[in-house]
Each structure stands twice: as structure tokens, then as C-alpha cells.
């Protein structure tokens, strides 16, 4: 959803928060709320995103809040269910928690959860049916004989066609609530991905990310390393050289491989790119910019 004020004489000298909070009264929202949507990245003052909630823009500012579409209140889309397991193909804006526990309990399921996928990043969730099988797949990601791919858009153009990006990761600091991981020198827990470059304009490309570690915000955060943050993705991005008004990181994970916990069959998923991101690469990439 998509908003848009201009500055009137009358708010001259207001903060963002107060300005903010004021114009959204009829939804009814706290302060603490609106002041979520700008730490979060949402907010941009005449294009460029603010984060500083007590900063005060001029008058004839223009003020856009781009906040991700709510998730329809359905089913989740399901990949593929046996008596053993549960693949989702997951929308942005779900957390993977107990309300997602609780959502899907409504439809009838128990799920034991195997592993994680950010709130705004989509694509395939595996989980399990029993505990026991959900000690199973969890072994497998501890492992790694779990393979999984990932496709993001991100900013400026790689100068190679593939890489690999190894370093050390750990908490450095608290932003809007929540930590904020990056490469550490002590401390860190090791890791890595395996990248691929598919497709390049002048200053964004499309990637495959090959995770072989699974570290907290670690695909986020190697790429910023990089200085190729995902497009979107203004929790570790200032800024970006691509202009796309992108709601949410572009990040979407998009195949998994593992071996079924009781039949010992390989499995290989596949999730079709959600209707935003397929946007995003035919407006940037074009109609032949492939997936996986």
C-alpha cells in the first residue's frame, strides 16, 4: 500500500513521526506503530528514505509511505504434504512464528517448524508433521546435505558471473527493535555463500545465492558486504544506485533439495516467484530474465 502527502504551511516545523501520525488518525495507528514503519525503511521524504523519525521536513516535502500488502487472510499456498511433511510457499509479510503456528492450525494442521525465512522474504517453508521428523530434517539442514537457492535482485552490476563470499557473522547492534547482524572480526560464527550472476543492467543484477551456511540475515547481509545489498532491503542498505520503489527486499527462495526422512526418496521443490518480484524483473531484466 501506497501513500502520499505533501507538506502544508500548517505542519511546518512538525517531526516525521508527528506528521505521520497525524495524517494516518483514521486508521488509528500508535506512535510506536508509525514509528515502526520508519525504521523499517518504509518512509521517503522527496524520494529518498528517511529513517530519522525526528527529522523535520520543509514544507512542499513530499512524503511517500510504501508499506508491503498485507497478507490475505487464506490458506497458504502448500507445495507439497504427506504424513511425514509440509512445504508452503510462503508471501511476504508472514512471520515464521507462533502466529504462523497458529494460522495454520486453523486449517486443520499441526506443523513443527525446521527451519526459518525472514518476514518479507518469500518462497519455499519446510516443516514437519511429527517432532520426530522434524528432528530429522533438522539434522539434515545441521549437516548441510539440504541444498537451497535463492533468487534476489540486487543493487549495482557484478563484475563477475559467480563467487563466493566467506566471512564470519555476529549481532552488531539493535536498529527499530531487532538486531542487526554483519562481518565481525571476533566472535562471529562462520559463513558462506555460493553466488551466481544470471542477468545485469548498468546498475542492478539478477543472483542465485547458494547458501551453504545458515546464519541470521546471512544472504542480506553478504551482499551489502559486497556492496550489492538487496534491492529493497533498507535495514542494511542506506540507499541504493537502482531506483526501484521496492516494498521489501527482493529476495525470494525459490528451490530446496533434501532426502524425504521416511522414504529416504530425494525431494526437489520449486516456488514460482510472487507476483511482485516477477514485476520486478521483467521491469528491469526483461521478459527473457529467467528464474530457476
Known amino acids: ?54 527529522s523535520r521536513p520543509p514544507v512542499r516535502a513530499k512524503i511517500t509511505l510504501s508499506l508491503p500488502a498485507m497478507p490475505a487472510k487464506k490458506n497458504l499456498d502448500i507445495l507439497l504434504e504427506d504424513d511425514v511433511l509440509i512445504a508452503f510457499n510462503k508471501p511476504a509479510g508472514i512471520s515464521v512464528d507462533e502466529r504462523l503456528l497458529a494460522d495454520v492450525a486453523k486449517m486443520g494442521k499441526t506443523i513443527y517448524l525446521v527451519h526459518r525465512l525472514d518476514k518479507q522474504t518469500t518462497g519455499i517453508l519446510l516443516c514437519a508433521k511429527t517432532e520426530m521428523y522434524q528432528k530429522a530434517l533438522m539434522n539434515q539442514f545441521r549437516e548441510r546435505t539440504v541444498h537451497k537457492r535463492y533468487l534476489a535482485i540486487v543493487d549495482n552490476q557484478l563484475e563477475q558471473d559467480d563467487g563466493v563470499i566467506e566471512n564470519y557473522l555476529g549481532p552488531i547492534g539493535r536498529f ?42 546471512q544472504l542480506r547481509v553478504h551482499m551489502a558486504s559486497i556492496n550489492h545489498p538487496i534491492i529493497g532491503d533498507f535495514y542494511y542498505a542506506q540507499r541504493f544506485n537502482y531506483s526501484y520503489d521496492a516494498s521489501r527486499q527482493l529476495l525470494h527462495a525459490g528451490f530446496i533439495s533434501f532426502c524425504h526422512p521416511e522414504t529416504q526418496r530425494k525431494i526437489q521443490l520449486k516456488a514460482p516467484l510472487p507476483e511482485d518480484m516477477s514485476i520486478a524483473v521483467r521491469s528491469i531484466f526483461g521478459e527473457d530474465a529467467c528464474g530457476f
Open 1 to 54: 500500500m501506497r501513500y502520499e502527502w505533501t507538506i502544508p504551511a500548517g505542519d511546518q516545523g512538525k517531526t516525521l513521526l508527528e506528521f505521520l501520525h497525524s495524517s494516518f488518525q483514521e486508521k488509528n495507528y500508535s506512535l510506536k506503530k508509525v514509528k515502526g514503519f520508519i525504521d523499517a525503511g518504509y518512509c521517503f521524504v522527496n524520494g529518498r528514505p528517511e529513517r530519522f523519525y525526528r
Open 176 to 217: 527499530g527493535g531487532s538486531v542487526k547482524w554483519g562481518v565481525v572480526e571476533q566472535g562471529g560464527l562462520f559463513a558462506r555463500t555460493d553466488w551466481s550472476c544470471k542477468k545485469r543492467v548498468k546498475s542492478a543484477s539478477l543472483v542465485e545465492l547458494r547458501p551453504q551456511t545458515g546464519r541470521t540475515h
